[in-house]
C-alpha cells in the first residue's frame, strides 16, 4: 500500500471513529466466510458498523485524534476488527449474542462513554452499561415517582373524604 493511500485510510478511520459515540476492538481471526457475512448482517440490523483494520492504521488513527487512546495500544496486535456503535452496549450484546459456543468473536477492548474497557473479561461489565436513552428515562422515572405519589394520595384522601361527607349527609335524613 502506498504512503498516499495508507493516508486516506487513516484519516477514514479517525473520522469514523469520531462520527460514533463508542467502538470495540474485536478478534474474529478464528471465523470462517459464512460466520463473518452472518457477523456482518447481525451489525448491520443492530445498527452497528463492523470495520476490519490494520493495527498499524488503527494506532496512527488513534493517535491523530484528540485524546489519549493509549490503554488501547496494548491490544493491538494479531487481526482487529473495529465495532462502531452509538449505543454503548449494543455490540457487547451482539458479541455474546453471537458467541454461543465458541469464544469468537473476542472482546480486546472497548471505548465507551469516554472510559476504556480492556480485555475479554469486560464483555459483562459492557453489557450492564446503560444507554443514555436508558438513563434519561430513568431519571425521568425517578423525577415523576414523587409526583404520582401525591396524585395518588389526593385521589384516594379525595375518595375517602367523598365518603365520608356522603355518610354524613346521610344521617341527617
Do not use: W
Not at 495500544?73 to 459456543?101: E, Q, T
Not at 453489557?127 to 428515562?137: A, P, R, T, V
Request: glycine share 6%; proline share 3%; aromatic share 6%.
Amino acid at each position: 500500500m502506498k504512503k498516499e493511500d495508507k493516508s486516506i485510510v487513516i484519516e477514514q478511520i479517525a473520522a469514523t471513529i469520531s462520527d460514533y459515540s463508542c467502538f470495540y476492538v474485536t478478534d474474529l481471526t478464528a471465523l470462517n466466510a459464512e460466520q463473518t457475512t452472518n457477523l456482518r448482517k447481525a451489525c448491520y440490523k443492530e445498527g452497528i458498523k463492523l470495520m476490519v483494520v490494520k493495527n498499524t492504521l488503527l494506532k496512527k488513527a488513534l493517535e491523530s485524534l484528540e485524546g489519549d487512546f493509549q490503554p488501547m495500544y496494548s491490544v493491538l496486535k494479531g487481526n482487529s476488527a473495529l465495532m462502531f456503535s452509538n449505543v454503548g452496549n449494543a455490540p457487547a450484546k451482539l458479541i455474546k449474542g453471537f458467541r454461543k459456543d465458541k469464544e469468537i468473536p473476542a472482546l480486546k477492548a472497548a471505548f465507551v462513554e469516554e472510559s476504556f474497557y480492556i480485555g475479554p473479561d469486560q464483555l459483562e461489565a459492557l453489557i450492564h452499561i446503560k444507554s443514555k436513552n436508558e438513563l434519561i428515562g430513568d431519571v425521568i422515572a425517578l423525577l415523576q415517582s414523587p409526583a404520582k405519589n401525591v396524585v395518588s394520595a389526593l385521589q384516594s384522601g379525595g375518595n375517602i373524604l367523598h365518603g365520608v361527607l356522603k355518610t354524613l349527609g346521610e344521617r341527617e335524613n
